[in-house]
């Protein structure tokens, strides 16, 4: 905690002596973007290829300049102490600035993610917290976590919330597990959790079920690496067959992404493994379709040409360019076009017989 | 062509034919077409069987065939000359009575003092009243200018002027006539040793001449001027097209006008001359000979006193030389020794394709008068508060042998609406244009040029939007309309390119003011940032490094000083 607190204080002694010299102060970040990662299978997931941008104060950045001091300096006071706020919270916190507000959230989390990027940090540890939850469990595991005000252990049982479940917190470090299931499966819909966890799809394949809710956030992310890591056990992804689902939603949980490329190494699961739906799946069950948007094969194009980790897979360029050529995608929840429980009788067991067969 | 009867007697009063100018054919064309009927020949017997079928013959048609006077045909055809509903009605007498007031002064040279009156009589009746002090009208010339149709001084000649055709003022006074009954009332005097005279009038529709119901000498308390008076069926309504829009822009024309004006309800409206110097008197031209067509061109021969076709071609025609004419010859491959008098169509069409195929000098430019580009500017200062004004005056050009000259003006800014297309003031020899803007070659111009390079907004293909307002004049010795009511110019090309290029020197000078004033705002909201954000900056080093407050605004004003010297 000091650490981090000497950290941001010599950014701010930094810009004043240069100030005091008469030289123009700068701040220099990482760039967040696809373009500065590289993919390597040994490694598991997005590094940093060492990119960076400086920003030189200027009549051009003076007002960003202005924003990232004072965000700077929220910081610290959270860290110092003991506090957190939320992405939201620090939005507003903003409109005290006068002039140096920020209008809309979308800037002032951008502004959050370089300061983060900038000391190559969780923004946890700064002191702010996402809104999101994490995630949904369910299944054949007991979670080992302390009560909030006695700090005795905690002993949760994920096969015991009846037709609930239980919900991944921000941070996950703290947690232990115990368990005897086979592997770990990462659901993109809450819809399609639910169908397996009503149907305790869990007692039958002997598994954890995971609802990301869509893109996982970095905290369901962090939970399945250290499920997975701890127990040793392997996590099959089953979302959306479409590029959203391959490109953003898979690609982000098993690699990260190129916005937190400071931060992925923590935040990624690089044994995961894809499941479904995939291409061939929509011709093999004979899944009702919808038409592929412009968007998605934009983003299916743009994955092919940019993203280092399709770009190291041919199995998975086969994927894509076999969805561009379809033009068609399909969503999980298509199986019910056969029966409701067609999924859990027929899919899914055909599946998890090959596992060898999953993409990488 | 059978001519009209008001044609001859024109033509024994005046040569009118005889100018040659190409628009005469136009407008006669049109007139004659409905007069000029095909017959059908035919045997007695089939005429029996036909006139059983009730199929006419050629001598059943013969009967029905009469000539159609020209005041006749105008008074089915009264749209030709904007008076096709009551509200325009009452704004195209006004502007014919002011347009011939001053014509009749400039030409006199007298600086011209008009007054203008409009009184309403009951919901749709009003009685206008313009006068003007000009040189007055000859008695004997009062009846025919006022009571007959296409009379007039200036539609033979080639000379810059406001009316063309002779048609304005007779055309209201007949408007009148037909929807009230009353006749037109004319006072005229040409010096103050002379008495007045009063005499009230009809036009004879069949006949197309002028019948005097009252004629008198009167006192007058005007030394010299005249007055006319119209009673019509009217409404009156102010706007964009209205009478008080109409004098107003024809103030903003004619800087040395003085007008007084009162509407039909409020207070009396008095512009008052900006200027005491009278435009230069426009010269008379003879045609060019890139203008003439061969119907003309052999017109003109049939008339001229040249005694050989060589003489014929310099006299009759501007910008043939000695030099020239031997060449039309030439390559027309007719003998200078020809008479004029023998010059048939066939020798016609080598001359006329003669003359194309030869360079000749463009027609003298002295014969148009520009407002200039100080008092279009002045116009529209006058106008409007606006930011910044420029105003344009090309050098003559030609279009069909007919010299003309385009002005242009803009204002920009100020009080003007910001994202209303620009508005656009049009005018013609001086006289504004209310209606017709889209078919109007001024209209198009405008919006075929590309004003966003010059920093205006302009959606694909009409006019750029924004605090603008467009003030074209062309000025010629025939302004080509698209219709007798003269309200549009037609496309020529040479005028449309014209017309852009002095835009586009007018877009380019607004462009340059619209840079400035963006680099100025720039500067200024860059200068704004120092007192927006560095103060921000120095709260956040305060509390991050607990700074003192001298401290705090040391480092704030370094920082404004490191914004001030660095130039991004």
């Known amino acids: ?360 | 062509m059978r001519k009209l009867q008001c044609a001859k007697d024109e033509a024994s009063l005046a040569p009118w034919a005889g100018r040659g100018n190409p628009h005469f054919h136009e407008t006669f064309c049109r007139i004659t077409a409905i007069n000029v009927k095909r017959g059908l020949v035919g045997t007695d017997e089939r005429r029996d069987v036909m006139a059983e079928t009730g199929v006419l013959t050629a001598h059943d048609l013969a009967k029905r065939q009469r000539e159609i006077s020209v005041a006749e045909f105008f008074t089915k055809n009264r749209h030709l000359l904007g008076f096709d509903n009551p509200k325009r009605a009452l704004l195209s007498a006004v502007k014919e009575a002011v347009d011939n007031s001053l014509d009749a002064c400039e030409e006199a040279r007298i600086l011209p003092t008009v007054e203008v009156a409009v009184r309403q009589l009951a919901e749709d009746r009003f009685v206008i009243k313009v006068r003007d002090n000009g040189p007055g009208i000859l008695k004997s010339q009062v009846p025919r200018i006022f009571g007959k149709l296409l009379y007039g001084s200036k539609f033979h000649r080639l000379r810059m002027a406001r009316g063309q055709q002779g048609i304005g003022i007779s055309a209201a006074g007949m408007y009148g006539q037909l929807t009230t009954a009353k006749p037109t009332t004319v006072i005229s005097r040409c010096s103050a040793s002379k008495p007045a005279y009063k005499c009230q009038l009809f036009i004879d529709s069949r006949t197309n001449e002028p019948k005097v119901v009252a004629e008198e000498e009167i006192q007058w308390d005007i030394e010299r001027g005249t007055e006319v008076e119209i009673e019509l069926l009217a409404r009156y309504q102010k706007g964009r097209q209205s009478v008080d829009e109409y004098l107003y822009e024809t103030f903003l024309a004619n800087p040395h006008l003085t007008l007084r004006y009162q509407p039909p309800e409020g207070e009396p409206v008095s512009y008052e001359r900006i200027t005491e110097k009278l435009p230069a008197q426009p010269k008379e031209i003879r045609p060019h000979p890139y203008g003439v067509e061969l119907g003309a061109l052999l017109e003109i021969a049939e008339r001229t006193k040249a005694r050989n076709v060589k003489t014929f071609l310099m006299t009759e025609f501007c910008r043939v030389s000695e030099r020239v004419a031997t060449e039309l010859l030439q390559k027309a491959g007719l003998p200078d020794t020809l008479r004029p008098s023998r010059l048939k169509r066939p020798e016609g069409e080598k001359l006329i394709e003669a003359i194309a195929q030869t360079k000749i000098m463009a027609p003298p430019s002295d014969c148009i008068v520009p407002i200039g580009e100080q008092y279009l500017q002045s116009t529209l200062e006058s106008l409007v508060k606006a930011d910044f004004y420029t105003a344009v005056t090309r050098s003559p050009s030609v279009y069909r042998g007919n010299p003309f000259l385009v002005e242009a003006a803009l204002a920009y800014g100020g009080e003007l609406p910001l994202d209303e297309p620009a508005r656009v003031l049009r005018f013609a020899n001086r006289v504004p244009l209310l209606y017709q803007q889209s078919a109007c070659a001024i209209t198009r111009s405008i919006a075929t040029t590309v004003w966003k390079s010059y920093g205006v907004q302009q959606p694909g293909g009409s006019l750029p939007v924004g605090p603008l307002l467009i003030a074209v004049h062309i000025a010629s010795v025939w302004v080509p309309f698209t219709s007798e009511s003269k309200e549009a110019i037609a496309h020529y090309d040479e005028i449309i390119k014209e017309m852009k290029l002095a835009l586009q020197e007018c877009g380019r000078r607004l462009g340059r003011h619209i840079r400035k004033g963006r680099r100025e705002a720039e500067a200024q909201r860059k200068r704004s940032y120092i007192e927006k954000y560095i103060p921000h900056i120095g709260i956040a080093l305060r509390e991050l490094l607990d700074l003192s407050e001298e401290q705090e605004r040391r480092v704030c004003t370094r920082l404004g000083e490191l914004l001030e010297r660095s130039r991004s």
């Not at chain 1, 999101?132 to 080992?144: C, S």
């Open chain 1, 1 to 360: 905690m000091a650490d981090i607190v000497k950290k941001l204080k010599e950014t701010g002694k930094d810009v004043y002596d240069r100030a005091i010299q008469g030289k123009k102060p700068s701040l220099s970040f990482p760039v967040r973007s696809l373009s500065n990662v590289k993919y390597h299978p040994k490694r598991g997931f997005f590094e940093i290829r060492g990119s960076r941008t400086t920003r030189t104060f200027s009549y051009a950045t003076v007002k960003t300049f202005a924003q990232t001091l004072r965000m700077i300096s929220e910081s610290k006071k959270l860290v110092e102490t003991d506090d957190l706020a939320t992405k939201r919270e620090v939005y507003y916190i903003s409109k005290n600035w006068a002039d140096a507000r920020f209008d809309e959230q979308a800037e002032s989390d951008t502004v959050m993610d370089d300061i983060e990027a900038m000391y190559g940090v969780n923004r946890e540890q700064l002191g702010f917290i996402p809104e999101e939850k994490g995630g949904e469990v369910a299944g054949r595991l007991f979670i080992i976590d302390r009560d909030r005000d006695t700090g005795r252990r905690l002993r949760i049982d994920c096969t015991r919330f009846g037709s609930g479940a239980y919900s991944i917190p921000i941070s996950v470090e703290h947690l232990d597990f115990e368990t005897n299931a086979k592997f770990i499966l990462a659901i993109e819909t809450a819809g399609m959790f639910q169908r397996l966890a009503k149907h305790n799809f869990w007692r039958r394949a002997d598994c954890i079920l995971i609802s990301m809710g869509g893109v996982p956030t970095r905290a369901c992310r962090r939970f399945i690496r250290r499920l997975s890591e701890i127990k040793k056990l392997p996590v099959y992804a089953f979302v959306d067959g479409d590029p959203y689902g391959f490109c953003n939603i898979y690609r982000t949980l098993k690699v990260g992404s190129g916005n937190a490329v400071h931060i992925n190494q923590y935040f990624c699961v690089p044994e995961a493994r894809f499941l479904g739906v995939t291409p061939q799946d929509i011709i093999d069950y004979e899944l009702p379709t919808h038409p592929l948007k412009d968007v998605d094969i934009k983003r299916a194009k743009d994955a092919l040409k940019n993203d280092p980790f399709f770009k190291y897979y041919k199995e998975w360029q086969q994927a894509l360019e076999q969805m561009i050529e379809m033009q068609v995608r399909a969503e999980q929840q298509a199986f019910a076009k056969h029966a409701l429980n067609h999924v859990i009788d027929v899919y899914l067991p055909e599946k998890l017989a090959h596992p060898e067969k999953f993409l990488p």
